[in-house]
């Protein structure tokens, strides 16, 4: 027998990019959203917390039937300085850490963690098909996912931990900010060879994926990719498209690792990341190609 619904869904990262989508879903779905803020809360359904701290307003985790955690530094932000690699890290380990340990301390902890993690685990994997079983890669983002997903273990028994590995989220917001405004002005254009598989979802579908993932019984890690595998060519190209706009350019491998590891990590490495849990628990995809994706987020009504 399925469990019941949960209606008050905690939220950590919720004025982010998929947190604002996440919790605008939850609310049509007549769920209760609460927040976790750093700020003084401005409102009811606010809770302080400061992850760096290891603090947290105890109240929040006992008025909540399910916690998503979206905490974590955009990797999206250039340069990867030592300073700011320690801060993406850390960033993300520590607002685990803080909502696990707060999970153990609740005399009536919340039933679900789904907590996020990344397709980075995987590192650059040019023609193999990954899922959930595939082994670690290699690289910076490999190492932060492991630490983020180890941080999740101290969840005790009793709360189901979800890790939902996310890939490129197609939407207005996340990595497609850089890419809009060049390929406006006419410098869209194909990374390196352009044949890297990028493992991309629409914010739709991701948000989506969370809000199944709050009431499914799924736990341990979860790959949230669509269904069909694009290049980043493919998606370069269908952005140029949709925004109508000429896309002539090639910026060459080399001057793509000029950016370090940032460069490879997030232009370069090949990642075909197939939503097999997903899938077979029977999530329906709204999005089920890139081009599509990409359409409707680039719409006049963005996509909703």
């Not at 990262?13 to 959203?33: H, K, P, Y």
């Not at 250039?78 to 850390?90: D, G, H, N, Q, V």
Request: aromatic letters at 6%.
């Amino acid at each position: 027998m399925p469990a019941a619904r949960a209606e008050r869904i905690l939220v950590s990262g919720a004025s982010g990019f998929i947190g604002t989508e996440l919790c605008r879903q939850l609310e049509a779905d007549g769920r209760t959203v609460l927040r976790l803020v750093r700020r003084e809360p401005a409102s009811p359904d606010e809770f302080r917390w400061s992850p760096d701290e290891g603090t947290i307003d105890p109240r929040a985790l006992e008025a909540a039937d399910a916690v998503v955690n979206l905490s974590g530094a955009s990797t999206g932000r250039l340069p990867w300085t030592a300073s700011y690699k320690r801060e993406i890290l850390y960033s993300r380990v520590n607002a685990t850490r803080t909502l696990a340990e707060a999970i153990g301390r609740a005399s009536d902890p919340p039933r679900v963690l789904v907590n996020g993690s990344a397709v980075g685990y995987y590192g650059d994997r040019p023609g193999e098909t990954l899922d959930e079983n595939s082994a670690k890669g290699d690289g910076f983002l490999s190492d932060v996912v492991q630490a983020w997903e180890q941080a999740a273990a101290l969840v005790p028994d009793s709360t189901r931990v979800v890790l939902a590995r996310t890939g490129v989220v197609v939407g207005r917001g996340g990595a497609f900010t850089p890419l809009v405004p060049l390929t406006l002005v006419g410098l869209g254009a194909r990374f390196g060879r352009g044949t890297q598989v990028w493992p991309w979802i629409s914010l739709h579908d991701e948000a989506a994926a969370l809000r199944h993932l709050i009431d499914s019984e799924l736990d341990g890690v979860v790959a949230l990719a669509g269904p069909e595998p694009a290049t980043s060519a493919e998606i370069t190209t269908a952005l140029a498209e949709t925004l109508r706009r000429w896309h002539p350019w090639v910026i060459p491998t080399f001057a793509i690792k000029l950016l370090g590891d940032a460069g490879q990590e997030l232009l370069l490495n090949d990642q075909h990341v197939v939503p097999e849990r997903l899938l077979a628990d029977g999530f329906e995809f709204r999005d089920s190609t890139a081009a599509e994706a990409i359409s409707r987020a680039f719409a006049p009504d963005g996509g909703r």
